[in-house]
Protein backbone atom coordinates (compact mmCIF):
# COMPACT_ATOMS: atom_id res chain seq x y z
CA UNK A 1 0.00 0.00 0.00
CA UNK A 2 1.59 3.37 -1.11
CA UNK A 3 -1.13 5.80 0.83
CA UNK A 4 -1.63 6.72 4.09
CA UNK A 5 -5.41 6.52 5.64
CA UNK A 6 -6.02 9.00 8.16
CA UNK A 7 -9.87 9.72 9.99
CA UNK A 8 -10.47 13.51 10.10
CA UNK A 9 -13.35 15.46 11.84
CA UNK A 10 -13.09 18.63 9.46
CA UNK A 11 -15.34 18.25 5.88
CA UNK A 12 -13.11 21.17 5.08
CA UNK A 13 -9.67 19.18 5.00
CA UNK A 14 -8.05 20.07 1.88
CA UNK A 15 -7.47 17.65 -0.87
CA UNK A 16 -6.50 16.72 -4.59
CA UNK A 17 -9.78 15.29 -5.53
CA UNK A 18 -12.84 14.65 -3.31
CA UNK A 19 -14.65 10.94 -4.01
CA UNK A 20 -18.50 11.47 -3.28
CA UNK A 21 -20.69 8.30 -3.15
CA UNK A 22 -24.00 8.97 -4.35
CA UNK A 23 -27.03 6.98 -5.70
CA UNK A 24 -30.62 8.46 -7.17
CA UNK A 25 -32.18 10.21 -4.17
CA UNK A 26 -29.10 11.92 -3.31
CA UNK A 27 -28.31 13.46 -6.82
CA UNK A 28 -31.70 15.03 -6.34
CA UNK A 29 -30.58 16.98 -3.38
CA UNK A 30 -28.01 18.38 -4.74
CA UNK A 31 -27.30 22.24 -5.62
CA UNK A 32 -29.29 23.05 -8.84
CA UNK A 33 -25.73 24.22 -10.19
CA UNK A 34 -24.29 20.78 -9.34
CA UNK A 35 -27.36 18.57 -10.35
CA UNK A 36 -27.74 20.80 -14.01
CA UNK A 37 -23.79 20.01 -14.42
CA UNK A 38 -24.15 16.27 -14.02
CA UNK A 39 -27.48 16.20 -16.07
CA UNK A 40 -25.74 17.77 -18.96
CA UNK A 41 -22.80 15.17 -18.61
CA UNK A 42 -25.80 12.00 -18.61
CA UNK A 43 -24.95 11.12 -15.10
CA UNK A 44 -27.57 9.30 -13.59
CA UNK A 45 -26.41 7.90 -10.43
CA UNK A 46 -26.69 3.91 -11.54
CA UNK A 47 -24.72 1.60 -10.05
CA UNK A 48 -21.07 2.01 -11.19
CA UNK A 49 -21.62 5.01 -13.38
CA UNK A 50 -18.19 7.51 -12.77
CA UNK A 51 -17.83 11.06 -13.66
CA UNK A 52 -14.86 13.26 -12.39
CA UNK A 53 -15.82 17.27 -12.18
CA UNK A 54 -12.82 19.24 -12.91
CA UNK A 55 -14.27 22.10 -11.57
CA UNK A 56 -14.54 21.19 -8.73
CA UNK A 57 -11.97 18.36 -8.18
CA UNK A 58 -14.91 15.91 -7.32
CA UNK A 59 -15.26 12.36 -8.68
CA UNK A 60 -19.09 11.58 -7.98
CA UNK A 61 -19.34 7.72 -8.29
CA UNK A 62 -23.04 5.86 -8.27
CA UNK A 63 -23.56 2.95 -6.10
CA UNK A 64 -26.56 1.25 -4.51
CA UNK A 65 -25.70 2.57 -0.96
CA UNK A 66 -27.59 0.23 1.19
CA UNK A 67 -26.11 -2.72 0.00
CA UNK A 68 -22.40 -3.58 1.35
CA UNK A 69 -21.51 -5.43 -1.19
CA UNK A 70 -21.61 -2.45 -3.86
CA UNK A 71 -20.31 -0.36 -1.35
CA UNK A 72 -16.85 -2.57 -1.01
CA UNK A 73 -16.50 -2.67 -4.96
CA UNK A 74 -17.16 0.48 -5.73
CA UNK A 75 -14.31 1.53 -3.13
CA UNK A 76 -12.22 -0.81 -5.02
CA UNK A 77 -13.07 0.65 -8.13
CA UNK A 78 -12.95 4.04 -7.09
CA UNK A 79 -9.28 3.33 -6.09
CA UNK A 80 -8.30 2.05 -9.16
CA UNK A 81 -9.46 5.35 -10.94
CA UNK A 82 -7.87 8.20 -8.67
CA UNK A 83 -4.58 6.40 -8.45
CA UNK A 84 -4.08 6.77 -12.35
CA UNK A 85 -4.53 10.86 -11.82
CA UNK A 86 -1.59 12.90 -10.53
CA UNK A 87 -2.85 13.69 -7.30
CA UNK A 88 -1.19 12.78 -3.84
CA UNK A 89 -4.61 13.24 -1.55
CA UNK A 90 -8.17 12.66 -1.61
CA UNK A 91 -11.07 12.90 0.99
CA UNK A 92 -14.19 10.48 1.22
CA UNK A 93 -17.27 10.87 3.57
CA UNK A 94 -17.43 7.97 5.94
CA UNK A 95 -21.03 5.95 6.44
CA UNK A 96 -22.81 6.66 9.83
CA UNK A 97 -22.72 2.59 9.93
CA UNK A 98 -19.43 0.62 10.89
CA UNK A 99 -20.33 -2.31 8.49
CA UNK A 100 -20.64 -0.20 5.60
CA UNK A 101 -17.84 1.89 6.66
CA UNK A 102 -15.23 -1.25 7.05
CA UNK A 103 -16.89 -2.53 3.64
CA UNK A 104 -15.48 0.69 2.07
CA UNK A 105 -12.23 0.11 3.53
CA UNK A 106 -11.52 -3.12 2.46
CA UNK A 107 -12.77 -2.28 -1.08
CA UNK A 108 -10.00 0.58 -1.35
CA UNK A 109 -6.90 -1.46 0.00
CA UNK A 110 -8.27 -4.70 -1.77
CA UNK A 111 -8.55 -2.39 -4.53
CA UNK A 112 -5.22 -0.99 -4.45
CA UNK A 113 -3.64 -3.80 -5.15
CA UNK A 114 -1.58 -4.68 -8.65
CA UNK A 115 0.93 -7.83 -8.84
CA UNK A 116 3.78 -5.93 -10.64
CA UNK A 117 6.80 -7.98 -9.29
CA UNK A 118 8.04 -8.94 -12.68
CA UNK A 119 7.42 -5.41 -15.10
CA UNK A 120 10.89 -4.27 -16.18
CA UNK A 121 8.69 -0.71 -15.96
CA UNK A 122 5.90 0.42 -13.03
CA UNK A 123 4.31 3.31 -13.10
CA UNK A 124 4.08 3.86 -9.34
CA UNK A 125 1.14 6.20 -7.82
CA UNK A 126 1.47 9.69 -6.49
CA UNK A 127 -1.52 9.02 -3.93
CA UNK A 128 0.06 9.61 -0.18
CA UNK A 129 -3.13 10.05 2.05
CA UNK A 130 -6.20 9.68 1.85
CA UNK A 131 -8.82 11.51 4.18
CA UNK A 132 -12.31 9.97 5.48
CA UNK A 133 -14.36 12.27 6.63
CA UNK A 134 -16.26 11.15 10.04
CA UNK A 135 -17.22 12.20 13.34
CA UNK A 136 -16.97 8.47 14.61
CA UNK A 137 -14.37 6.54 15.78
CA UNK A 138 -13.05 3.77 13.23
CA UNK A 139 -9.98 2.47 14.36
CA UNK A 140 -11.08 -0.49 14.78
CA UNK A 141 -12.32 -1.09 11.46
CA UNK A 142 -9.01 0.39 10.06
CA UNK A 143 -7.36 -2.22 12.07
CA UNK A 144 -9.09 -5.31 11.25
CA UNK A 145 -9.24 -3.71 7.79
CA UNK A 146 -5.31 -3.12 7.27
CA UNK A 147 -4.76 -6.85 8.80
CA UNK A 148 -7.05 -8.54 6.54
CA UNK A 149 -6.27 -6.66 3.65
CA UNK A 150 -2.55 -7.02 3.70
CA UNK A 151 -3.15 -10.82 4.48
CA UNK A 152 -5.23 -10.87 1.81
CA UNK A 153 -2.75 -9.14 -0.74
CA UNK A 154 -0.03 -10.88 0.40
CA UNK A 155 -1.27 -14.41 -0.41
CA UNK A 156 -2.46 -12.73 -3.99
CA UNK A 157 1.63 -12.34 -4.49
CA UNK A 158 2.30 -15.32 -3.73
CA UNK A 159 -0.26 -17.28 -6.00
CA UNK A 160 0.96 -14.93 -8.76
CA UNK A 161 4.45 -16.02 -8.45
CA UNK A 162 5.14 -17.73 -11.35
CA UNK A 163 6.34 -21.75 -10.44
CA UNK A 164 9.77 -21.33 -11.17
CA UNK A 165 10.31 -19.26 -8.30
CA UNK A 166 7.67 -20.56 -5.59
CA UNK A 167 8.75 -24.21 -5.45
CA UNK A 168 7.46 -25.81 -2.16
CA UNK A 169 10.36 -25.43 -0.28
CA UNK A 170 10.12 -21.47 -1.49
CA UNK A 171 6.38 -21.91 0.31
CA UNK A 172 8.49 -23.18 3.15
CA UNK A 173 10.17 -20.46 3.58
CA UNK A 174 7.45 -17.47 3.36
CA UNK A 175 5.60 -19.56 6.12
CA UNK A 176 8.83 -19.34 8.10
CA UNK A 177 9.15 -15.25 7.55
CA UNK A 178 5.47 -14.97 8.72
CA UNK A 179 6.06 -16.87 11.34
CA UNK A 180 9.07 -14.61 12.06
CA UNK A 181 6.85 -11.37 11.39
CA UNK A 182 4.15 -12.39 13.06
CA UNK A 183 5.63 -14.22 16.15
CA UNK A 184 4.05 -17.86 15.17
CA UNK A 185 4.97 -20.99 15.96
CA UNK A 186 6.43 -22.85 12.47
CA UNK A 187 7.24 -26.41 11.62
CA UNK A 188 8.80 -27.18 8.59
CA UNK A 189 8.46 -31.24 7.61
CA UNK A 190 11.10 -32.51 4.58
CA UNK A 191 10.72 -35.68 3.00
CA UNK A 192 12.06 -37.72 5.90
CA UNK A 193 9.41 -36.25 8.24
CA UNK A 194 6.89 -37.37 5.44
CA UNK A 195 8.01 -40.69 5.44
CA UNK A 196 8.32 -40.88 9.34
CA UNK A 197 4.08 -39.95 9.50
CA UNK A 198 3.81 -42.42 6.87
CA UNK A 199 1.84 -39.79 4.35
CA UNK A 200 2.38 -42.22 1.26
CA UNK A 201 -0.09 -40.44 -0.35
CA UNK A 202 1.25 -36.54 -0.45
CA UNK A 203 5.36 -38.19 -1.23
CA UNK A 204 3.52 -40.48 -4.38
CA UNK A 205 1.90 -36.79 -5.77
CA UNK A 206 5.65 -35.35 -5.21
CA UNK A 207 7.61 -38.66 -6.77
CA UNK A 208 8.56 -37.22 -9.99
CA UNK A 209 9.26 -33.07 -9.28
CA UNK A 210 12.99 -32.29 -8.96
CA UNK A 211 11.36 -29.68 -6.25
CA UNK A 212 10.98 -31.73 -2.84
CA UNK A 213 7.84 -31.41 -1.05
CA UNK A 214 7.17 -29.56 2.16
CA UNK A 215 4.30 -30.37 5.08
CA UNK A 216 3.98 -26.70 6.52
CA UNK A 217 2.21 -26.03 10.49
CA UNK A 218 1.78 -22.67 11.68
CA UNK A 219 0.42 -22.26 14.89
CA UNK A 220 -1.50 -18.99 16.90
CA UNK A 221 -1.66 -20.10 20.19
CA UNK A 222 -2.91 -17.28 22.73
CA UNK A 223 -2.45 -17.73 26.84
CA UNK A 224 -6.38 -18.40 26.82
CA UNK A 225 -7.71 -20.20 23.89
CA UNK A 226 -11.10 -20.94 24.52
CA UNK A 227 -11.12 -23.50 21.40
CA UNK A 228 -8.69 -24.72 18.86
CA UNK A 229 -9.48 -24.51 15.07
CA UNK A 230 -7.03 -26.24 12.15
CA UNK A 231 -7.06 -25.37 8.50
CA UNK A 232 -5.34 -27.10 5.99
CA UNK A 233 -4.63 -25.73 2.22
CA UNK A 234 -3.80 -27.03 -0.81
CA UNK A 235 -0.05 -25.84 -1.48
CA UNK A 236 -0.17 -27.43 -5.58
CA UNK A 237 2.99 -25.32 -6.68
CA UNK A 238 2.58 -26.53 -9.61
CA UNK A 239 0.18 -29.27 -11.12
CA UNK A 240 0.72 -30.78 -14.45
CA UNK A 241 -1.79 -33.08 -14.09
CA UNK A 242 0.86 -35.81 -13.71
CA UNK A 243 1.11 -39.03 -16.30
CA UNK A 244 -2.82 -38.19 -17.08
CA UNK A 245 -1.23 -34.85 -18.15
CA UNK A 246 -3.31 -31.76 -18.90
CA UNK A 247 -3.79 -30.32 -22.27
CA UNK A 248 -1.64 -27.51 -23.12
CA UNK A 249 -4.47 -24.24 -22.59
CA UNK A 250 -5.02 -25.84 -18.86
CA UNK A 251 -1.89 -25.47 -17.87
CA UNK A 252 -1.07 -21.72 -17.79
CA UNK A 253 -3.05 -21.26 -14.89
CA UNK A 254 -1.60 -23.98 -12.75
CA UNK A 255 0.47 -21.45 -10.91
CA UNK A 256 -2.83 -21.09 -8.99
CA UNK A 257 -3.16 -24.02 -8.17
CA UNK A 258 -1.55 -23.25 -4.81
CA UNK A 259 -4.19 -20.90 -3.88
CA UNK A 260 -5.87 -22.83 -0.81
CA UNK A 261 -2.65 -22.94 0.82
CA UNK A 262 -1.45 -20.07 0.39
CA UNK A 263 -4.95 -18.88 1.89
CA UNK A 264 -3.57 -20.46 5.02
CA UNK A 265 -0.88 -18.07 4.95
CA UNK A 266 -2.67 -15.48 4.64
CA UNK A 267 -5.91 -16.51 7.47
CA UNK A 268 -3.02 -17.64 9.87
CA UNK A 269 -0.85 -13.70 9.28
CA UNK A 270 -4.44 -11.96 9.81
CA UNK A 271 -5.31 -13.87 12.63
CA UNK A 272 -1.71 -13.21 14.31
CA UNK A 273 -2.52 -9.52 13.76
CA UNK A 274 -5.89 -9.66 14.66
CA UNK A 275 -4.99 -11.91 18.05
CA UNK A 276 -8.58 -13.61 19.41
CA UNK A 277 -8.36 -15.95 22.09
CA UNK A 278 -8.75 -19.06 20.33
CA UNK A 279 -6.16 -21.16 18.55
CA UNK A 280 -4.93 -21.37 15.15
CA UNK A 281 -3.41 -24.17 13.33
CA UNK A 282 -2.74 -23.73 9.72
CA UNK A 283 -1.48 -26.86 7.56
CA UNK A 284 -0.27 -26.94 4.19
CA UNK A 285 0.87 -30.11 2.03
CA UNK A 286 3.17 -28.26 -0.45
CA UNK A 287 4.07 -30.48 -3.37
CA UNK A 288 3.99 -30.06 -7.38
CA UNK A 289 2.48 -32.31 -9.48
CA UNK A 290 4.76 -33.53 -12.14
CA UNK A 291 6.14 -36.08 -14.86
CA UNK A 292 8.74 -38.48 -15.23
CA UNK A 293 9.91 -42.30 -14.97
CA UNK A 294 9.40 -42.55 -11.49
CA UNK A 295 5.58 -40.88 -11.81
CA UNK A 296 2.87 -42.62 -9.35
CA UNK A 297 0.86 -43.59 -11.97
CA UNK A 298 -2.99 -44.42 -13.21
CA UNK A 299 -4.16 -48.44 -11.16
CA UNK A 300 -1.26 -47.61 -8.40
CA UNK A 301 -2.72 -48.11 -4.96
CA UNK A 302 -1.08 -46.14 -1.92
CA UNK A 303 -2.03 -46.53 1.47
CA UNK A 304 -2.75 -43.12 3.04
CA UNK A 305 -1.73 -42.04 7.04
CA UNK A 306 -5.06 -42.70 7.97
CA UNK A 307 -4.54 -46.25 6.82
CA UNK A 308 -7.16 -46.25 4.00
CA UNK A 309 -5.91 -47.19 0.83
CA UNK A 310 -6.75 -45.64 -2.47
CA UNK A 311 -6.27 -46.91 -6.11
CA UNK A 312 -5.12 -44.20 -8.31
CA UNK A 313 -7.66 -44.04 -11.27
CA UNK A 314 -6.14 -40.56 -12.33
CA UNK A 315 -3.07 -38.47 -11.46
CA UNK A 316 -4.57 -35.28 -11.93
CA UNK A 317 -6.92 -35.76 -9.57
CA UNK A 318 -3.41 -35.45 -6.97
CA UNK A 319 -4.98 -32.49 -4.92
CA UNK A 320 -7.26 -34.72 -2.75
CA UNK A 321 -4.76 -37.15 -2.04
CA UNK A 322 -2.21 -34.47 -0.55
CA UNK A 323 -5.14 -33.31 1.76
CA UNK A 324 -6.12 -36.75 2.61
CA UNK A 325 -2.86 -37.18 4.57
CA UNK A 326 -3.31 -33.30 5.72
CA UNK A 327 -6.47 -33.84 7.19
CA UNK A 328 -5.76 -36.90 8.91
CA UNK A 329 -3.21 -35.01 10.80
CA UNK A 330 -5.36 -32.66 11.30
CA UNK A 331 -7.15 -34.41 13.06
CA UNK A 332 -4.55 -35.74 15.68
CA UNK A 333 -4.53 -32.03 16.93
CA UNK A 334 -8.31 -32.33 18.49
CA UNK A 335 -9.70 -29.52 16.82
CA UNK A 336 -13.03 -28.23 17.57
CA UNK A 337 -13.41 -27.19 13.32
CA UNK A 338 -11.52 -28.67 10.46
CA UNK A 339 -11.46 -26.19 7.65
CA UNK A 340 -9.98 -27.03 4.03
CA UNK A 341 -9.48 -25.00 1.43
CA UNK A 342 -8.79 -26.15 -1.93
CA UNK A 343 -8.66 -25.47 -5.84
CA UNK A 344 -10.25 -28.68 -6.10
CA UNK A 345 -12.00 -29.59 -9.12
CA UNK A 346 -13.37 -27.80 -12.25
CA UNK A 347 -16.55 -29.16 -11.91
CA UNK A 348 -17.27 -27.04 -8.88
CA UNK A 349 -16.61 -24.02 -11.86
CA UNK A 350 -18.36 -25.55 -14.21
CA UNK A 351 -21.54 -25.72 -11.49
CA UNK A 352 -21.21 -22.56 -9.83
CA UNK A 353 -19.02 -20.23 -11.81
CA UNK A 354 -15.81 -18.52 -11.58
CA UNK A 355 -16.79 -15.91 -8.71
CA UNK A 356 -18.14 -18.71 -5.88
CA UNK A 357 -16.79 -21.05 -3.89
CA UNK A 358 -18.70 -24.16 -2.89
CA UNK A 359 -19.39 -25.46 0.29
CA UNK A 360 -19.23 -28.94 1.44
CA UNK A 361 -19.42 -31.04 4.67
CA UNK A 362 -21.57 -33.41 6.80
CA UNK A 363 -23.12 -30.71 9.18
CA UNK A 364 -25.69 -28.69 7.66
CA UNK A 365 -26.25 -26.02 10.06
CA UNK A 366 -22.44 -25.56 10.48
CA UNK A 367 -22.40 -25.23 6.45
CA UNK A 368 -25.15 -22.97 6.79
CA UNK A 369 -23.03 -20.56 9.45
CA UNK A 370 -20.79 -20.52 7.67
CA UNK A 371 -22.06 -19.80 4.43
CA UNK A 372 -23.92 -16.15 6.52
CA UNK A 373 -20.12 -15.12 7.55
CA UNK A 374 -18.72 -15.57 4.19
CA UNK A 375 -21.63 -13.62 2.46
CA UNK A 376 -21.25 -11.13 4.99
CA UNK A 377 -17.72 -11.12 4.73
CA UNK A 378 -18.38 -9.95 0.72
CA UNK A 379 -17.34 -13.70 -0.75
CA UNK A 380 -19.59 -15.86 -2.76
CA UNK A 381 -20.33 -19.11 -1.76
CA UNK A 382 -23.02 -21.88 -2.36
CA UNK A 383 -23.38 -25.13 -0.55
CA UNK A 384 -23.66 -28.25 -2.63
CA UNK A 385 -25.08 -31.15 -0.82
CA UNK A 386 -23.79 -34.69 -0.37
CA UNK A 387 -25.73 -37.31 -0.89
CA UNK A 388 -25.54 -41.45 0.08
CA UNK A 389 -26.01 -42.23 -3.81
CA UNK A 390 -22.71 -40.09 -4.48
CA UNK A 391 -20.95 -41.93 -1.86
CA UNK A 392 -20.92 -45.34 -3.79
CA UNK A 393 -18.94 -43.92 -6.82
CA UNK A 394 -15.81 -43.60 -5.41
CA UNK A 395 -15.59 -47.30 -3.98
CA UNK A 396 -12.70 -49.30 -5.27
CA UNK A 397 -13.20 -53.33 -6.62
CA UNK A 398 -9.55 -52.80 -5.61
CA UNK A 399 -9.22 -51.01 -2.71
CA UNK A 400 -10.71 -48.99 -0.36
CA UNK A 401 -11.28 -46.50 -2.27
CA UNK A 402 -10.53 -44.49 -5.58
CA UNK A 403 -9.57 -41.38 -6.19
CA UNK A 404 -12.29 -40.35 -8.87
CA UNK A 405 -15.80 -41.41 -9.23
CA UNK A 406 -17.17 -44.02 -11.76
CA UNK A 407 -19.37 -41.17 -13.34
CA UNK A 408 -18.44 -37.89 -14.96
CA UNK A 409 -20.99 -36.18 -13.36
CA UNK A 410 -20.96 -34.42 -9.45
CA UNK A 411 -17.44 -33.96 -9.43
CA UNK A 412 -16.64 -31.47 -7.07
CA UNK A 413 -18.83 -33.66 -4.57
CA UNK A 414 -17.68 -36.70 -4.92
CA UNK A 415 -14.35 -35.35 -4.86
CA UNK A 416 -15.33 -34.17 -1.71
CA UNK A 417 -17.45 -37.02 -0.49
CA UNK A 418 -13.32 -38.61 -1.18
CA UNK A 419 -12.01 -36.40 1.45
CA UNK A 420 -15.04 -37.30 3.70
CA UNK A 421 -13.64 -40.79 4.03
CA UNK A 422 -10.49 -39.55 5.84
CA UNK A 423 -12.46 -37.99 8.52
CA UNK A 424 -13.43 -40.09 11.38
CA UNK A 425 -16.45 -39.92 13.03
CA UNK A 426 -16.09 -38.08 15.65
CA UNK A 427 -15.51 -35.15 13.48
CA UNK A 428 -17.79 -35.38 10.58
CA UNK A 429 -19.64 -32.53 12.17
CA UNK A 430 -16.69 -30.22 12.85
CA UNK A 431 -15.34 -30.39 9.11
CA UNK A 432 -16.06 -28.09 6.18
CA UNK A 433 -15.13 -28.80 3.04
CA UNK A 434 -14.19 -25.34 1.10
CA UNK A 435 -13.56 -25.78 -2.58
CA UNK A 436 -12.62 -22.85 -4.67
CA UNK A 437 -11.58 -24.05 -7.70
CA UNK A 438 -13.81 -20.72 -9.33
CA UNK A 439 -12.69 -17.27 -7.76
CA UNK A 440 -8.80 -18.38 -6.44
CA UNK A 441 -7.83 -17.11 -10.05
CA UNK A 442 -9.55 -15.13 -12.70
CA UNK A 443 -7.99 -13.78 -15.65
CA UNK A 444 -10.20 -10.73 -15.91
CA UNK A 445 -10.62 -7.86 -13.15
CA UNK A 446 -14.39 -8.54 -10.96
CA UNK A 447 -15.57 -7.63 -7.66
CA UNK A 448 -12.57 -5.78 -5.28
CA UNK A 449 -9.55 -8.26 -7.17
CA UNK A 450 -7.57 -7.48 -10.12
CA UNK A 451 -6.45 -9.98 -13.28
CA UNK A 452 -5.57 -13.17 -11.33
CA UNK A 453 -5.03 -14.41 -8.15
CA UNK A 454 -7.92 -13.16 -5.51
CA UNK A 455 -6.97 -14.60 -2.02
CA UNK A 456 -10.41 -16.14 -1.96
CA UNK A 457 -11.18 -17.93 1.45
CA UNK A 458 -9.19 -15.58 3.79
CA UNK A 459 -11.85 -13.06 4.66
CA UNK A 460 -14.25 -15.82 5.07
CA UNK A 461 -12.47 -18.39 7.25
CA UNK A 462 -11.11 -14.87 9.99
CA UNK A 463 -14.28 -13.73 10.25
CA UNK A 464 -15.57 -17.16 10.73
CA UNK A 465 -12.83 -17.57 13.65
CA UNK A 466 -13.57 -14.61 15.48
CA UNK A 467 -17.14 -15.12 15.09
CA UNK A 468 -15.78 -18.44 16.93
CA UNK A 469 -13.79 -16.60 19.37
CA UNK A 470 -16.35 -14.14 20.24
CA UNK A 471 -18.58 -17.25 21.44
CA UNK A 472 -21.48 -16.20 18.75
Known amino acids: MSFNIKFV ?22 PDSRAKILSLQNFNA ?75 EVKKTSLKAIYIISNDDYKNELHKASMIADSVNMARNVVNTPPQDCTPIALADIAK ?14 IKFLQKEKMELILAVAKASINEPRFIELKYSPKKAKKRIVIVGKGLTYDSGGLSLKPADYMTTMKADKGGGCAVLGIMQAIAGLRPDIEVVGIIGATENMIGGNAYKPD ?116 GIFLGRFIKSEYKDKWIHLDIAGPAFVEKEWDVNSFGASGIGIRSVVDFILKVANGA
Open 46 to 120: NDGEVIFLQSDNVLYYGVNLCDMDSVREAGAKAIRIVKKYNIKSLKISAFDDKEFTYALLIGILLGDYEFVDYKS
Open 9 to 30: KDSNTKSDIEIVFINKDLLKKL
Open 300 to 415: DIIKSREGITVEVKNTDAEGRLVLADCLSYAQDLNPDYIIDLATLTGACVVGLGEYTSGIMGYNEDLNREFEKVATKSGELVAILPFNRHLEKLIDSKNADISNVSSTRYGGALTA
Open 177 to 190: RISKDFDLDCRIGD
